[in-house]
């Protein structure tokens, strides 16, 4: 029952959001209806080449509030992070390709320790420690 809580509230607040984003990079949009709006929205960077997703947070301002990085991949996969050069801890949700949700992570700062997705996903978010956990309660 959290599991679901937690991916219909996330959906609720974040797709809508995030189709600027992907209106913004050209990339295709797909917003479901029920998604449309909601009372908050999330301000992403975008790492939708393999130079921004190997870049990532690295160098980056601790991530506060609704603020992260979207990473986008061409196809669906068992998606692996690290946190190698990032100065602060964070959360990272993984998606699919319908904007499912897949599962969340906790990763330390500086950790060369690679955490993936349990599942196929293409989009991955890396938010705020604890982000994710906040968000099913």
Known sequence: MKLE???FLFLFLVVGSISWFLTYTGMPE???PATQQGPS???????NTQELRIKGLSGHAPLKGNIGMLFVFEEPQNICLWNKDVDFPISVGF??????FVGAVAMKAHSVKKVCSRRLAKYAIE???GWFGAKSK
């Open 127 to 129: 938010m705020q420690d």
């Open 95 to 100: 998606f699919s390709t319908d904007w499912e």
């Open 41 to 47: 929205s999330l301000k992403l960077e975008i790492a």
């Open 5 to 7: 809580r937690l991916v």
């Open 30 to 32: 797909y917003v479901p």
